[in-house]
């Protein structure tokens, strides 16, 4: 028996001690006395158990308590078209620079849940972007402007429109001087009426327009080349050999989605002849990263290798035999020259197969030297159409007029619909001081930005769902806008502001909406109204290709402007549009945010990239912070060491450093580029410096990986050598030696084809994924501690010993559904197990989240909360969620599902049919918005399935084959078409 | 003296002792194991209060109505649907019209405000119910939610756990009715269930679904 003397007495207060360092410690400081306590750090073993013990009786305890209370709200008068419980979808549009891309917008009992490609429409066919998709986690931003304000003090719309009404009895007996509107590029039908009538009411009224990345100079390209302003539409499907010069074409950013999707047919060998990809740019883009050859050249040289080209094509082309001087003018490198001759005796070969396509940011000489090349080569891929959007000169020189007449005291009104001029403006254009010049401003912003702080009147915008409009889409498509939810906030549309100036401020935009339309097109409207909003369009609206005479005098005469390269002009900047946040106008979409870059995989800022031997030469390392200086005060930048990147060049993304008070999540984020863009060299300039800080930055990058160790997981091979290959590829796709018979799946038999020669890395398929599955955002620490719980990643692997110019292979990752799945084999408490069609199955209720599976997960596809991301959502923030899927708690682990709620709900709907589900039924989040359909699910039991066909396709190959997990998602190798001459 | 007890006492007082602690010990894990099955605990046969005394003895059982004429949903969604205020008043506009008992649902259908109904038969968000398949394949309402026809004020019937559930998931032949008999509050099968049972499996194509992600998701 234990000796009663052990045990404490009762009653008795004695000082319990260790050892003599305990003991002899001097006494706590009194609270009383001294400055604060210091905080109690001294978290011991044994008080962590202890609160781990409580913790685990406490929540053993909440199991015995009784289910909360929960109300059930019926509407009292319920909508005809609403079956609580049943999802709608709603054909409507986002504009993004002017131009729409057709959307079918999911909706539960009214609240918008996921945003998907209207696949009827004519232009982007069922693609969407990463973008596009984002626009659901704007809606619900709790962030969002709510109220409108006057001087920064809370006011009312109507207030608004007492104060307008008065201003305008005012300009209109000026006549409208001093009135001024500074746009966002639109392409609405709707909009240019009201523009039209404001120019009548106000005839000294002046409309600009103004984008931080504007069309301008494709534009002025064509002006040059044809004489008048065309735009360049696309058709790849007829594309045999493909001139990328800085035009990012497949990285589904506003306007690429059908040519991403024309793309990827090309690139299936089982389409006959692949086509083949020259890129040629400055920064390693999406486009390069799907390139058969690569050339890096710094931005000044970029342009003077296509008129190069040109020069060379003169030998070849008779029609372009007058632009052989330009072969001397622009002398090229060795490693350049041998890559323009081989291009160009491949285009001259592709004939009307061939296609140049120039990037927005090319001056215009060179988009017109394309115009010249693809017109003599008779390509069928580009066509000329007269451009969709109002006005065709949205550029910095059209603000800088602006600007002047605005410090010159000459303008006294200015409406703002434009995104947040104050950030995006270049930094020598002071637009924000200009704009405090201005006594009455008008500013309709969806937040309070770095703009809204300096306008007179701020609107709150009403987010795309909740309001009616119309725009045109990339191929002039008249494309209709409905809202799907009524305004969360108070707000206004860029129509009802408008017309706030016409004394209509009360007309909804509903109202004006059906009124245009009727008058444009009174035949059988009211029937015809009904089918264009179901269509989200008018079809046949397109504006059709022209065959404008190109002038070749004009072009030759601008080309020989063009000073030769000057090879001293040092470090050069090189700014580009960000694929997440665009320019600036996304900051606030956490799923942008932490969507990794498609290229360079970092998360929730931007940074400067620069080749690893410049970084050796400037004595640079990853994460070093530096300033970048051009004529100007600094921009502070962080390095990213980025292969693939041209010498002497650094590159660094727009829409970062921001200001604004309303934004939260975005301000401070990254770095402004604003310093370094100039109204006379808003892309690329000579003359930069680089100086180190001597400090370092902690960088959110999600794959630093640069090798496959050996193995073949991301599988690349070319044209000639598939036959070799093909052995390889069967042998990791054979069946292995096993004693088990193996479990039958006699109904269906569910999986995935995942082609990575269509594959080009644009992430999309990432975003709707999230949006999908209510995967949550973590934040930048967590990104850095690899605790980002994307389901679906993007992997991005460097090929080759060159790190100045390797090749890439991406390959989007998420669970391959193993029919023996380590994960099932070690979880303790049977919370991940195998299904009867397959699916490796993940019970949220049984985890208790030991972490095991993820451990044993060769694929590393399992994602752990480590945190409890959702709880602190607001009520708004919460409309966000697909209600089919559960929201996950802390310590619980989630993975890809292969949207298991779908298959579920084409289950019951078929059997409500009493028929099997089809092929196609299903369509996973990630294969929805793929917009080059790399993705493929199905029934593998189904012999007619499209997944089946490709689990049968010599290019077939499984991850991980020798392990014997037998996964369900199938890869298919990517195959490149590389030109022998330049091997 | 001799003692008191025999030596063999302590063997029996250990054993007795072990015993003890192993009783406490399985009760401490059993115990809230058989209390979160006990009625306590699930609320079965608790009526629950509403804001309208609405009396499903009065409208099924006197008046015949069929369960879908107010639940019109049951059959194309998966919830059964709460019927919306304009439907009360399909009748309720003639009959009964000045009833005090009414009266909030006049007030929610002038108002445009909803009755805040509770919620009797609760699941866990983790749990994605439809009720259009479970009709569809012949499981009947009377089966989950008991003889709503003789309750004054609706009450959880069954304990809607998840080894309830599995129980028809596993043998629907023993629970299964024809389509036509799905509201019927008396229907008892005219011969053997077993074998209608197994005649409705084939003829409806049930199949016995027990994988996690039929519910869980």
Redesign the interface.
Known sequence: MPSLKSFPIAGQRQKLWRGLDEHGAPPAPSRELGAAPPPDDATSRRSVLQLLGASAALA?LG??L??P??????????PPEV????PLHYATAAVIDGRATGLLVTANEGRPTKIEGNPDHPSSRGAVGPLEQAELLRLYDPQRLGVVQHLGQPSAWRDFLQATAEKARALRDSRGAGLRFLMEPGSSPLVGRLRQRLADTYPQAKFSSWSAIPLQQIHDGAQLAYGAAYEVRLDLSRARVVLSLDSDLLAALPGTLPAMRDWAEKRDPANGRLARLYAVETNLTVTGMNADHRLRLKPTHLHRFGLALLGRLAAQVPALSRYAPLQQRFPLPPESAKFADAVAKDLVAAGRGALVSVGPRQPPVLHAAAHAINAALGSACAAAARPVLHDTNAGPRTLEQLVEEMRGGKVDTLVITAWNPVYGAPADLNFSKALSQVPYSVYRSLYLDETADRATWVIPSLHPLESWGDARAHDGTVTFIQPLISPLYSGASEVETLAAFLGEGDRTAYTQLRAFWESERPDHFALNWEKWLADGFIGGTATPPETPAVRHDQILAAAMQVAPADSSAGIEINIVPDYRVWDGRFGNVSWLQELPDPVTKVTWENAALLAPDTARKLGLRQGDRVDLGLRGPPAHATVVIAPGHAEDTITASLGYGRRGAGEALCRGLGFDTSPLRHTDAPWFSPGLTVTPVGKRARLAQTQEHHSMEGRLIAATTTVEKLKETGEELAESRAPLLTAYPGPAYP?YRWGMAIDLSRCTGCSSCMVACVAENNIPMVGKEQVALSREMHWLRVDRYFIGDDTGNPGVVVQPLMCVHCEYAPCEYVCPVNAT?H???G?N?M???RCVGTRYCSNNCPYKVRRFNFFSYTSDYTNTEKMAFNP????RARGVMEKC?YC??R??RAR?ET??Q?RRIRDGEVLTACQQACPSGAIVFGDLNDANAKVRRLHEDERRYDLLHELGTRPRTAYLARVTNPNPELA | MSSLFKPSSNTAFRVALVALALLFGGGLIAGPMIYVRTPFFTQQQDPVDQPVQFDHRHHVGDEGIDCRYCHYLVEKSPSAGVPPTSLCLNCHEQIWNKSPKLAPVRESYFADRPIVWNKVNKLPHFVYFNHSIHVRQGVGCVTCHGRVDEMAQVEKAQSLAMGWCLECHRHPERYLRPRDQITNMTYKPTEDQLAIGKQLMEQYHVETRTSCTTCHR
Request: charged share 30%; glycine share 8%; proline share 7%.
């Open positions: 053993s199991g015995c009784k289910p209370d929960e109300k059930i709200l019926p509407y009292t008068r319920q079956t609580p419980g049943n109904g197990v299904s009867d069609e699916l199955e019970i949220y209720n089919d899927v559960t929201v599902t298991v709620q298959i579920e019951i059997r409500l009493d």
